[in-house]
């Protein structure tokens, strides 16, 4: 028990009580002087904000540009390769697709078969492809593009679509 609340159930009154302030918390008045010394000294912060900041932005174009220069020098000692990265590092016993650009390439070393790599052979029966379907307009033998979205029925073209779908 503090000597507060001892003196409180006691009814002593003892004089080595501390009184807190009875400060409502409102804010102190400033004499114009002091008002005047804080813009000051606001507006001295704000400007050396500014300038720093000013600073970081020309070090960080500074060092974007120097970034896109050595950028360009590296592709340049790509660019005078005699051969394409992808050319160059090539193992032998590997498959190997490579898409370019330019090119698309699948390298499929020799003691592979066709069957080995895919797994089926392209005459296989089994794995056929499906004929295509042809438009269901009568006298029509043209290969199907569209299907018709009430009837379902394929169609060739715009018009076989529209008759198709009066009907």
Not at 34 to 41: C, D, K, T
Not at 98 to 126: A, H, M, R, Y
Request: with cysteine; net charge positive.
């Amino acid at each position: 028990m503090t000597k507060r609340q001892r003196a409180k159930m006691n009814r002593e009154d003892d004089d080595e009580l501390l009184e807190l302030p009875m400060d409502t918390g409102k804010k102190q008045l400033r004499t114009q002087e002091e008002e005047a010394l804080r813009r000051s000294e606001v507006a001295r912060r704000r400007k050396n904000q500014s300038i720093q900041r000013a600073e970081k932005d020309k070090q960080d174009t500074i060092n974007r540009l120097l970034k896109k220069q050595a950028g360009k020098s590296k592709k340049n000692e790509v660019s005078e390769a005699d051969q394409p990265k992808h050319k160059r590092h090539h193992d032998p016993h590997a498959i190997r697709y490579v898409q370019c650009p330019q090119e698309s390439t699948l390298n499929i070393p020799e003691k592979l078969t066709v069957d080995e790599v895919f797994g089926w052979q392209p005459w296989d029966n089994k794995r056929s492809p499906k004929p295509m379907e042809t438009c269901d307009v009568q006298g029509c033998t043209n290969i199907k593009k569209y299907t018709a979205k009430s009837s379902g029925k394929a169609v060739c073209s715009l018009e076989h679509y529209k008759m198709v779908e009066a009907k």
